[in-house]
């Protein structure tokens, strides 16, 4: 039996008096990909990218582990009510314009102190200000700096279109701003790599390709490493009492926690090891996170029929946005119909051992987009279901 086949009977096994469409975590492989996080970031604290987990109890439980610390969020209204859930570190990944959300901010100490807002504009220092509604409280700034690499005199980009904050001037510049401006506090540097990070670097069946990625990563590291202990260096010159330089992603904690100039390392995506992070040289971890789809029809020889299963990735439209029949190993979408919004067809030669109710697993291609999905993450140890834990849906929150 390989260890998918047994992976695969211990999964039947523990959800056996379950019906789907369910999702479980596997907690023996959630748990060693926490332990392989920690280990490529040689030392340096983790702090948890919460879009990646999109669940409480799953949150404290890698925050519990002595290496994690903080938690990077996604939208305001998931700061505020991860603070007032007793989460002390929450850093907001990216700007907001959620006034209501602002107004609580400014008007509490416990979420002022707790909760960290990106910024990259005067502009949105403009809007915060605008909606305090008299919150007097000290809002706590971070700077997101631009990671692209720019080629061919900035003719070529490559990398993802976030801060207009690029040069170590422009940044210092911005800090200018805050430390004149009443009412803020700048304690952080954000810089997110994700064409280093989030780009797997070892493409199935095409080499070339991968080559090229690697290259292009290896270039985009070197040139990173550079800017940002200039940037870091200029805004320590403006604000000396800096708490934290963020960088990194799963795919590249181990280089980014190389670097002197960084304090402190965000990932969250490499708990549950969806498909997108199978194609890395740097690293091998363990799918965590699962979906059960029911064997509804059995239309012919060599296919079965699921319920449901169109769960598409954000990104890009393309095949790897699409989550993968997993369990049993073998079946493929039928490519006239795909993943579909009620139905599935699978073909292979598995299909004729699935019989009407029987389970197939599948892995998402992104991590805590599953559970936009799912109420409920069952949680598997060994053979066995021990807790069943809410997702943010669960708990009637759906951020975005």
């Given at each position: 039996m390989t260890a998918r086949a047994a992976d695969r009977a211990r999964y039947d096994r523990a959800t056996a008096h379950l019906d789907a469409p369910l999702a479980i975590v596997d907690l023996e492989a959630f748990d060693a990909n926490a332990d392989d996080l920690l280990r490529r970031a040689g030392g340096k604290p983790v702090r948890v990218a919460s879009k990646s987990v999109r669940c409480r109890a799953l949150l404290e439980r890698v925050l519990a582990r002595d290496g994690f610390q903080g938690?990077?969020?996604?939208?305001?209204?998931?700061?505020?009510w991860l603070a007032r859930s007793g989460f002390d570190d929450v850093l907001l990944a990216y700007p907001s314009a959620d006034r209501s959300g602002f107004a609580e901010l400014a008007a509490?100490?416990?979420?002022?102190?707790?909760?960290?807002?990106?910024?990259?504009?005067?502009?949105?220092?403009?809007?915060?200000?605008?909606?305090r509604d008299g919150g007097r409280e000290v809002?706590?700034?971070?700077?997101?700096?631009?990671?692209?690499?720019?080629?061919?005199?900035?003719?070529?980009?490559?990398?993802?279109?976030?801060?207009?904050?690029h040069s170590a001037a422009q940044l210092a510049e911005m800090a200018r701003a805050v430390a004149r401006r009443p009412g803020f506090r700048l304690v952080g540097i954000m810089a997110y790599e994700g064409h280093v990070a989030g780009v797997g670097d070892a493409v199935a069946g095409r080499p070339l390709r991968s080559r090229a990625i690697r290259l292009m990563q290896a270039a985009a590291r070197r040139e990173l490493a550079e800017r940002r202990a200039a940037v870091v260096r200029a805004v320590r010159a403006v604000a000396p009492g800096l708490e934290f330089v963020n960088g990194g992603g799963t795919g590249s904690v181990?280089?980014?926690?190389a670097e002197d100039a960084v304090t402190e390392i965000a990932a969250g995506s490499g708990l549950y090891l969806p498909r997108l992070f199978d194609n890395y040289t740097s690293f091998t971890g363990r799918p965590a996170a699962l979906f059960a789809q029911p064997?509804?029809?059995?239309p012919g020889v060599g296919v079965v029929t699921v319920l449901g299963g169109g769960y598409p990735?954000?990104?890009?439209?393309?095949?790897?946005?699409?989550?993968?029949?997993?369990?049993?190993?073998?079946?493929?979408?039928?490519?006239?119909e795909g993943p579909g919004e009620v139905q599935t067809p699978l073909l292979g030669t598995p299909a004729d051992d699935l019989l009407i109710g029987d389970k197939v697993w599948f892995r998402h291609a992104k991590a805590g987009e599953l559970c936009e999905r799912f109420d409920v993450l069952h949680l598997v140890e060994g053979d066995r279901v021990t807790a069943a834990v809410p997702t943010y849906r669960g708990e009637g929150h759906t951020f975005l």
């Open positions: 938690v990077m969020s996604f939208t305001l209204a998931e700061s505020l509490y100490p416990k979420l002022a102190g707790a909760v960290t807002v990106m910024v990259d504009d005067v502009a949105q220092l403009d809007l915060i200000d605008a909606a809002v706590r700034v971070c700077l997101e700096l631009d990671t692209s690499l720019r080629l061919l005199g900035g003719r070529m980009r490559v990398g993802a279109r976030r801060s207009p904050l181990q280089h980014t926690a064997v509804v029809r059995r990735a954000s990104g890009a439209a393309g095949p790897d946005r699409l989550p993968v029949p997993y369990l049993p190993e073998g079946l493929a979408y039928d490519p006239q």
